[in-house]
């Protein structure tokens, strides 16, 4: 069953740690990308790559790493240098061709500071 | 540089009746258009594309959406709602030949009264 898969879905964090969230896709797609989304603010990007070992920064990429060491895999890590890092955040990936343009999505993880 | 506004942040109908949810964007070539939809605590699901062709594109669960390209508009329809279609409801788009990063909208809860 194709698909992009996050984990985990609920992640605590404590004040100055690093935290690591996975995002796995078996879709062949080459793009892939990390957004954040809080209450009334809609999805904002925060890191993006459309080759392996190749990533750009988005509109938010402070505070944030990610590596894209597989075509597969694009984990995003939230460092301690994230002065707000409660959020909802969600994985996609899509085509870079115009046949399907269309992005898909992780169920997401949701990320609390404790 | 390509944006899209979802002008309502809450629509509110009765179920049975239609409904409407608004897009608008703006791109300096040809768009793509989407439509997700996104249940709390869970992904952006794919609802719908505009390519090329039809102004009227049909989609899942009885969606459908409207290309005005005068209006610079995409409006999501359904001709009787359900409960169930409560959700946030993401547009997004993409500029023919240019960036292949999606833009979203601030997303519009859809409250459907029983």
């Known amino acids: 069953d194709g698909g992009i898969t996050q984990s985990p879905k609920y992640l605590f964090r404590k004040e100055g740690q690093n935290v690591t969230l996975s995002c796995e896709q078996n879709?062949?797609?080459?793009?892939m990308y990390w957004y954040r989304q809080d209450p009334g603010q809609g999805l904002r990007l925060i890191y993006y790559?459309?080759?392996?070992?190749?990533?750009q920064k988005g509109d938010i990429a402070e505070g944030y790493s990610v590596s894209r060491e597989k075509k597969e895999s694009f984990p995003l890590t939230v460092t301690s240098a994230q002065k707000n890092p409660t959020a909802f955040y969600l994985c996609?990936?899509?085509?870079?061709?115009?046949?399907?343009?269309?992005?898909?999505f992780g169920q997401g993880t949701r990320l609390t500071v404790v | 540089a390509q944006s899209v506004a979802q002008p309502e942040d809450q629509v509110n109908v009765a179920e049975g009746n239609p409904l409407t949810v608004k897009c608008t964007y703006s791109?300096?070539?040809?768009?793509?258009l989407f439509w997700y939809v996104q249940y709390p605590n869970r992904g952006l699901q794919f609802l719908l594309k505009?390519?090329?062709?039809?102004?009227l594109v049909k989609g899942s669960y009885g969606f459908e959406a409207e290309f005005n390209k005068s209006q610079t508009s995409f409006h999501l329809k359904k001709p009787s709602a359900l409960v169930s279609d409560s959700a946030l409801y993401f547009c997004a788009v993409r500029d023919l030949g240019g960036s292949y990063i999606p833009t979203f909208g601030r997303g519009t809860s859809l409250i459907v009264h029983p």
């Open positions: 879709l062949n797609h080459d793009a």
């Open positions: 505009y390519i090329t062709g039809d102004n």
């Open positions: 790559s459309q080759i392996v070992n190749d990533f």
């Open positions: 996609a990936s899509s085509q870079l061709g115009d046949i399907n343009p269309e992005a898909f």
């Open positions: 791109v300096s070539g040809n768009p793509y």
